[in-house]
């Protein structure tokens, strides 16, 4: 079975404080995608990051970066400087071969609170 | 259209009655799924449709609920008999191949049952 842990359910941090949200998953797939969305208050889901089980490469991407630990089933997400467009709810998701076909599944998602 | 387009936008019903909620993926998309995200809650897989293949309906909370999606493109969730505890935002997304690509979602159908 798949399955996407986000313990933190929500985070306040105050604006230029750095803070990593967690996700740790589960999959008997030896290839699958692991991802994180972004949903605003205004509610639409966003894209934010796509990784391969094959690449363990951390990522950068300007403010963001991601830390994927295969050892540790682990894919955590990293704001720096965080500042107040930042507050939104954060989702990891998993996608793989399941029972004959693909699907993503998503965690719970975390809160993150990011005051001025 | 540009973006992954959900109808009606809110939905309030009465206990007991049947709704039809509408998704109309972004063109040439051949893979769309269904969510739901109740009140403070992740997003709950429904259904994944998958070009011309049978969908997987593994996430279906019961009987009650069922869709289609005509001629690979629009898609209806259809709910008999409301209950209470389906009041929730259901979301709509849809991707080129659904091969482990990332997803664009509409803006969702917020359903309140009274």
């Known amino acids: 079975a798949q399955k996407v842990t986000q313990a933190q359910t929500e985070i306040s941090v105050v604006e230029k404080e750095d803070v990593t949200l967690d996700c740790v998953y589960e999959?008997?797939?030896?290839?699958?995608?692991l991802f994180w969305y972004k949903q605003p208050p205004s509610g639409e889901l966003v894209f934010l990051i796509r990784?391969?089980?094959?690449?363990?490469q951390n990522e950068i991407s300007g403010r963001y970066s991601w830390n994927f630990q295969k050892s540790t089933s682990s894919f955590n997400f990293t704001i720096t400087a965080s500042q107040v467009v930042d507050s939104a709810v954060y989702f990891c998701?998993?996608?793989?071969?399941?029972?004959?076909?693909?699907?993503?599944?998503f965690g719970a998602g975390t809160r993150l609170f990011v005051k001025a | 259209g540009a973006g992954v387009s959900q109808s009606p936008s809110n939905k309030v019903t009465e206990k007991g009655k049947d709704v039809e909620l509408r998704c109309d993926p972004i063109?040439?998309?051949?893979?769309l799924y269904w969510y739901r995200q109740s009140l403070g809650q992740g997003l709950e897989f429904l259904i994944y449709?998958?070009?011309?293949?049978?969908?997987?309906k593994s996430g279906l909370p019961s009987d009650r609920f069922s869709a289609e999606r005509t001629g690979g493109s629009v898609s209806t969730l259809t709910i008999q008999r409301t209950q209470q505890e389906d009041s929730a935002v259901y979301l709509c997304?849809?991707?080129?191949?659904?091969?482990?690509?990332?997803?664009?979602f509409g803006s969702g159908t917020q359903l309140s049952v009274l």
């Open positions: 063109s040439g998309h051949t893979a």
């Open positions: 449709f998958q070009g011309n293949s049978a969908p997987d």
């Open positions: 998701a998993l996608s793989g071969r399941n029972t004959g076909g693909f699907k993503t599944i």
């Open positions: 999959t008997r797939d030896t290839t699958y995608y």
């Open positions: 990784r391969n089980s094959f690449d363990e």
């Open positions: 997304a849809s991707s080129f191949t659904g091969v482990n690509e990332k997803l664009f």
